[in-house]
């Protein structure tokens, strides 16, 4: 059987346990490591490119910033504002002390900062979609639905994987127009509209059998911003790579290369369905 694929079988099932039924508390903790281990493998890969970032500050900082959205999932985000000026501001002072050479203080200071707003709170975006009311808000739901959080996400990485996978298979049998030659020389034309076309059917699926009380519409609008985006956020992370002449962030899934590789899409995704929410809430 295919590494790639027999990796996935194995991870599947933990995972849709942790994005459906898991206590808040567990679903931290796996959203913890998993930022973690992105963060290790985007500092290798800024090291790689020649930058120095201030790592240490960074696991903290990332940490922290899931933990706060952890406490606050049904705020105003306040804290998390707060959390990110204070982390900045810290940064900015740390790497005056740190930066032997000033020619690397712009460099150390912006990767630093990036790389926490890029992995640690775009995927801490998770939280706030599992357990707050913004789904059920959002959608027009009754509040008290207690299946709406687990029903975005797992809307979320269906969609997702459902892009990654029908791109995948039609790009490889019929891809014959390039798409970013120049980022990711095997992404075609045709793969990334059949991922878009499957992203939407996945989800018109999943509405239809097992979310029958939220708007069809809006489930396929939202599928379809989270498919476009995650393609995007692919296409993100393939540009830094080649930037740092890598063929993939690391090595710790079999077939899929590191956990970089196969988050890129939710750290696009997760936000923008998140901030989807946010503004259709404002509307109801």
């Known amino acids: 059987m295919n590494l ?3 990796t ?3 991870l599947i099932p933990p995972v849709v346990y942790l994005i459906g039924w898991s206590p808040k508390w567990l679903l931290l903790a796996a959203v ?5 281990l992105c963060l290790h493998e985007f500092f290798q890969l800024c090291r790689q490119a020649d930058f ?3 790592s240490a500050l960074g696991y903290v900082a990332g940490a922290a910033v899931c933990a706060v959205r952890a406490l606050e999932t049904n705020g105003p985000g306040t804290y998390s504002l707060l959390l990110l000026v204070a982390f900045v501001l810290t940064t900015l002072t740390v790497a005056l002390v740190t930066s032997r050479d000033l020619k690397t203080y712009l460099g150390a200071t912006a990767i630093t900062i990036f790389g926490v707003v890029y992995i640690g709170l775009a995927f801490s975006c998770l ?3 599992r357990f707050s009311q913004l789904g059920a808000r959002g959608l027009g739901l009754p509040e008290a639905d207690p299946s709406a959080g687990r029903n975005l996400l797992l809307l979320l990485f269906l969609v997702v994987w459902a892009d990654d996978t029908f791109a995948y298979l039609v790009g490889r049998a019929v891809g014959r127009r390039m798409l970013f030659p120049s980022i990711s020389p095997k992404k075609t034309l045709e793969g990334s509209v059949a991922g878009l076309a499957g992203s939407l059917l996945v989800a018109w699926v999943f509405a239809g059998l097992f979310w029958q009380t939220a708007n069809l519409k809006e489930v396929i609008l939202l599928a379809g911003l989270v498919a476009l985006f995650g393609q995007i ?12 002449n890598l063929k993939d962030s690391g090595s710790v899934l079999p077939g899929h290369g590191g956990m ?4 890129d899409s939710l750290l696009f995704g997760a936000p923008v369905l998140w901030l989807s929410l946010v503004i259709m809430g404002f509307w109801r």
């Open 4 to 6: 790639r694929v027999l």
């Open 8 to 10: 996935a079988l194995v």
């Open 32 to 36: 913890v490591a998993v930022v973690e």
């Open 233 to 244: 956020g692919d296409l993100a992370e393939s540009a830094m790579k080649r930037g740092a």
């Open 260 to 263: 970089l590789d196969r988050v």
């Open 52 to 54: 120095k970032p201030l």
């Open 127 to 129: 939280l706030p979609l």
